[in-house]
């Protein structure tokens, strides 16, 4: 393999994670220069990588005016900024590796598509579980037949208190207007792509979707209860959302919680983040804040195949995590991602039972996303460097299906109606 240049366009969190690749494998991989608005971002990445500050790009533009400097991007900025800072990087020869979702607006995930293929542009996904080890192993199960032709499909994400209460709630994605994504497209595009992907080669149909906001609301807000958890707030200690419980006792997901200070968020004092909670989002009362996100939503897909699947999507749960069942004509697979274990039931006429087999993947998880976020970046430099596609590749043409089921699903939740695939391609 050759070594391929890169740019990480966002140095916050998931820049930072796919960087990581660049310092376990520089020989194939190397980090050439940075774009991002932030000073302590931009300073991070100089000095992780040993970049020369010519090299240290405030913005796109800048990164263009410079001329072509590497062989692609890794575009790692808010859900929002996704288009307009893609589009320059193809028309400039960049390949992209963008993180999901794609966009929020169907005709501008068409619009990339057709960009990347007008300027002979790779645009990869950033769909990281299809990488995990267990979700791999599952495709494979299909692949050779083991369960014969698929016939039906169950799905759900659990999404975990301090995670909902941190990112959903408190947190940037609050709101579809603030981040440009809803839930389902935020936390479960990657699970609506998983399902396309595992389905095969036949494309979704018809949508049709539930879903609501029925726990942080002003109406279920206690008696009583202040507007900022650390200041004002008389039953904040009998209070299992309270911000000084989550992120002073326990330190609840520092990542999300610190980001956006002026220091790293491993660097914060105990006094910069008792000022951090009185004065932004993450000290205000759960049941107060602005957001409008659904907290649970259920999506049913017909393929076109006849093949049936379903997700559902819960917030709040106390035991989080992915589940998965597919049922075909042989037999069955089942698991639970977060134990990395899938079990596969095959029936067998003579005995008029099923044997069964376990799959362990957890020894083969070796990075974030179960083991799927540094596998998606080595997917990505092998592609760059001219060898074959693997299965989980995610390139833009296969992952158009994936955001339009969720698209559909939100405008069906919204319109109580069903909502079909046909309509995003008129």
Known sequence: MKTIYAVIVGYGDRGRVYGQYALLHPETFQIVAVVDPLDMNRNKAKETFDLPEERCYRSVEELIRAGKIADCALNCTMDELHVSTTLPLLDAGYDVLLEKPVTSDPKQLFLLKERAEKNHCRLMICHVLRYAPFYQGIKRVLAEGKIGTVIAMEMSEHVGIQHVITAYIRGKWRSNARSGSSMLLAKSCHDLDLMCWLVGDSAPRAVVSFGK?????PENAPKGSGNICTLDCPVEKDCMYS??????EHDTMGFLTWAGMDTYFEDVTEEQKEQHLRESDFGKCV????????????????FENGVTASMSLISNATYPGRRIH???????????LENSIYTVRIFGADEM???EEQFDVSEEIDSGHMGGDLRLVEDF???????PCSVSTTSIQDSINGHLCVYAADRSAQEQRVVYIKEYND
């Open 381 to 387: 430099v092998k592609t760059e460097s001219g060898m």
């Open 243 to 248: 911000a000084k419980k989550m992120y002073l």
């Open 287 to 302: 049941y107060k804040l602005d957001g409008d996100l659904y907290d649970h939503q259920t999506v049913a897909v017909e």
């Open 213 to 217: 906001r029925t726990v942080f609301i």
């Open 353 to 355: 039972s099923y044997r």
């Open 326 to 336: 597919i049922i075909g004509t042989k037999g069955e697979i089942s698991g639970f």
